[in-house]
């Protein structure tokens, strides 16, 4: 990390990130490790789905156990959020955060192009988020869960998805070009 | 066969957890180092400026691929004992579009948006929420969507059962697609960094 002056305060200037193909070999064994010890593979949205699932339980237990959606999540009366994936995406936080940390890139802020508001930044996140809510439960995962996962275990369905998945962001990516450059 | 070892019964859902937030942590550390928690980052992905996702995410994919095939054959690991997602292909397909869409508007993936957050990214926490409030929304529409949910159900199916390749020989052509594809990837950017930069220096 290196220490730059500037006005007498002191900064501490963020390391580059990582190559791309080390960072790559990198999560291919987090995720081969996964498949030997657990016998399964890494995701993000169905941890999502069920600290949902948890939430909507909490406030009104009638409504989640009447809906199907939820219903999946309640089974066997045991709280869904005694689900491997709750704990693996606490540890995606933490993980991340411990990086973040040691390359002096935990830092506050809002990601957008010099010619974006705040305001409309925050609003496309949510905006984004929750597409990206609709299509993991479609699809049954998301990068994670599905292309990268199913991705290495060569899954039809997964490689039909990550396909899809490229194809949309790049049939939008010209009309949002003003939030990224 | 001894792995994978959780179906093997050599330890307890309890201590699954403590793996799994172990797991968690690992993977959440190398999305960083990638620079994933970055929002601008990924999405220069989509204007070929930086191609990292591509780059990190064939990397890993054949990395594990090549890891699975070779337990597998040295009769470490039992493939068919890893849970695989049954396949339903058009709504896979179009989740799969409207995740592309919610990537490049929001910004993040699921994954992703959350060590953003954890860096302390406000948009990755927001794209955090978002995720939560659509789930939502969709479990309120479930009931009419179900049909479409279930609709095109074709099982587990491999890409070697469709494609009629077998496993190894699969294997060989993913890799050769993937070197294929960083070769492609290393000389987009190049050209495509440069033609930006003429353009703002037109601008200027």
């Known amino acids: ?181 | 066969m001894i792995a994978p070892f959780y179906k093997f019964d050599l330890f307890s859902e309890e201590f699954s957890f403590i793996i799994a937030f172990l797991i968690g942590i690992g993977f959440g550390f190398f999305l960083e180092r990638a620079g994933f928690g970055s929002a601008k980052k990924l999405a220069s992905q989509f204007y070929f400026t930086d191609l990292a996702v591509f780059k990190v995410m064939f990397t890993a994919i054949v990395t594990a691929m090549i890891g699975v095939y070779y337990l597998s054959i040295i009769g470490i690991l039992d493939y068919n004992l890893i849970y695989r997602n049954e396949t339903f292909l058009v709504p896979q397909i179009v989740g799969g579009l409207i995740l592309g869409f919610g990537f490049i508007i929001g910004g993040y993936c699921p994954g992703t948006s959350l060590v953003a957050a954890s860096t302390g990214k406000l948009d990755g926490l927001f794209f955090l929420f978002g995720v939560i409030a659509g789930t939502f929304g969709l479990s309120l529409i479930f009931p009419i969507i179900e049909p479409f949910y279930y609709s095109t159900a074709i099982g587990k199916l491999n890409l070697s059962d469709v494609l009629l390749i077998p496993y190894g020989i699969l294997v060989f052509a993913v890799v050769l697609m993937a070197l294929a594809g960083f070769i492609a990837a290393e000389w987009a950017e190049k050209r495509f960094t440069q033609k930006t930069i003429e353009v703002k220096d037109e601008k200027n």
């Not at chain 1, 900064?11 to 990130?17: H, M, N, Q, R």
């Not at chain 1, 040691?102 to 905006?127: M, S």
């Not at chain 1, 869960?145 to 194809?167: D, E, H, K, Y």
């Open chain 1, 1 to 181: 990390m290196e220490k730059t002056k500037n006005n007498g305060h002191i900064y501490l200037s963020p390391k580059p990130y990582s190559n791309p193909y080390l960072a790559g070999i990198g999560l291919g064994l987090v995720l081969l490790a996964t498949f030997v010890i657990m016998g399964r593979g890494l995701g993000a949205s169905g941890a999502f789905s069920a600290s949902l699932a948890a939430l909507v339980n909490t406030i009104d237990a009638e409504f989640a156990h009447n809906n199907a959606f939820y219903q999946s999540y309640l089974e066997g009366n045991s709280n869904p959020l005694r689900d491997w994936l709750v704990f693996e995406v606490l540890g995606v936080l933490f993980g991340g955060f411990i990086s973040g940390i040691l390359a002096g890139r935990v830092k506050y802020g809002i990601e957008r192009g010099p010619n974006f508001t705040d305001k409309k930044r925050l609003l496309f996140a949510f905006l984004g988020g929750s597409l990206m809510g609709i299509g993991a439960k479609l699809a049954r995962g998301c990068t994670s869960g599905q292309a990268l996962t199913g991705g290495a275990l060569l899954n039809f369905g997964s490689w039909a998805f990550m396909l899809s998945v490229f194809a949309g962001a790049y049939m939008l990516a010209y009309f949002l070009r003003r939030q990224w450059r």
